[in-house]
């Protein structure tokens, strides 16, 4: 069965630098959602998206900007990149925002900032 | 949010049952009891879910008190590939913000050969 794919898997980016990491999430899922996880750390809710609309923000930077588009894979863009967002990012897809479905995640983008 | 409250970490030996505890007082009657696990460098996956009855399906069982202030997901034999971090999230209405699942402190679990 299809999974959701993120790419690239690593990224190496110098500080100042921008980044775009990208979600295609699993056939007909509509909801997509983004996570931070830095080292030793639990994943962080960055931002969601149901139907290509902005549904909630987490504790995204203002630095970092994400859509969804018409085909439903997102990109969240990081501009400005700084030591510290050094982590994984995960994104996760579902059918739909009802708190009775389960949400798919993908393997994941290393960022490593230098 | 609804907070959740799980021990940092548990043990077991391979091929025991695990039962691993979660603490939700504040859940609202709409809440959703998920569970996710995260084996090492790989993205959280989706366990089980459930909301008042107790659920089986062929990762684990979910076993939900009769009040819902607490859960237990249980894992029938563990094994080595068991040994992750295992989330209990509560998952609900709260505004517009519907269904986000957000991660606590979960418990990680280590399998003893």
């Known amino acids: 069965a299809a999974g959701v794919i993120q790419s690239p898997r690593h990224l190496i980016k110098e500080k100042r630098e921008t980044a775009t990491l990208k979600c295609y999430p699993i056939?007909?899922?509509?909801?997509v959602y983004w996570y931070q996880q830095g080292p030793g750390q639990d994943p962080q809710f960055l931002i969601s998206?149901?139907?290509?609309?902005?549904?909630d923000k987490g504790s995204i930077p203002d630095r970092f900007s994400a859509q969804q588009f018409s085909d439903y894979h997102s990109e969240l863009n990081m501009s400005s990149l700084e030591l510290g967002d050094s982590a994984l990012y995960f994104c996760a897809s579902s059918l739909m925002r009802t708190p009775n479905t389960e949400a798919f995640f993908g393997q994941g983008t290393r960022l490593t900032v230098v | 949010d609804a907070k959740t409250t799980q021990p940092n970490s548990m043990e077991s030996n391979e091929e025991e049952p695990v039962h691993l505890p979660c603490n939700h007082s504040?859940?609202?009657?709409?809440?959703?009891i998920h569970w996710y696990r995260q084996l090492p460098s790989q993205g959280p996956e989706y366990v089980i879910h459930?909301?008042?009855s107790n659920v089986n399906n062929r990762m684990a069982s979910l076993a939900i008190a009769e009040d819902r202030k607490s859960s237990t997901l249980i894992l029938h034999r563990a094994t080595l590939r068991d040994a992750a971090v295992y989330y209990c999230i509560l998952r609900g209405y709260y505004g517009g913000s519907q269904g986000n699942l957000i991660f606590g402190k979960g418990t990680k679990l280590s399998v003893k050969p």
């Open positions: 504040t859940i609202s009657g709409t809440d959703y």
């Open positions: 998206f149901y139907e290509k609309m902005q549904s």
């Open positions: 459930g909301l008042t």
């Open positions: 056939p007909r899922h509509d909801t």
